[in-house]
């Protein structure tokens, strides 16, 4: 039995009448987020970084050449604070991962884009946290990680 089951099991002899089907399901998926939080913490920690950087440096690589953005649409496609993304900014620049660079588009305006040495970390790192994804989905077959997606997509689009 897992955690969640005997919590559930606990509620059940307390409170009898309570519907606990989606405090299962709820605990469970946080029991999940936090397990696989930790891992993929843990795996960018070996780099020197924090989740909130490697989100950053991610953003900038997949976005493509010139791997630049400006500082909103890092801000869009992060979805975090104003403040909070400049102070990320601010330590990477510090850490020569990006650098606040003129936008040729707009002279009144800076993009921040990978260093070079910015983009070979993430690169090594996101092959590590690839790996380290697929190692913690390693117990569910690809028919079984089809069918979580499809219920994650699901449960998630009612929120939306």
């Known amino acids: 039995m897992d955690h969640v089951a005997f919590v559930l099991r606990q509620w059940a002899a307390e409170r009898p009448e309570l519907n606990t ?30 989740m909130a950087k490697f989100d950053v440096l991610a953003t900038l690589r997949r ?10 649409d890092l801000l869009k496609a992060t979805m975090v604070a104003s403040g909070t993304m400049t102070n990320r900014i601010d330590r990477l620049v510090q850490d020569g991962l990006v650098a606040r660079i003129p936008n040729p588009q707009d002279n009144r305006s800076v993009l921040i884009g990978l260093t070079e040495k910015g983009r070979a970390l993430i690169d090594e790192v996101v092959g590590e946290h690839v790996t380290t994804q697929a190692r913690l989905l390693q117990g569910l077959d690809e028919k079984d990680q089809e069918a979580l997606t499809s219920l994650l997509i699901k449960a998630i689009s009612v929120l939306d």
């Open 63 to 72: 976005s493509g050449e010139p791997y630049a953005l400006s500082p909103g």
């Open 21 to 50: 089907r989606a405090m299962g399901v709820i605990g469970r998926i946080a029991r999940l987020n936090a397990a696989y939080g930790q891992a993929m913490h843990d795996n960018v920690a070996r780099y020197g970084l924090n």
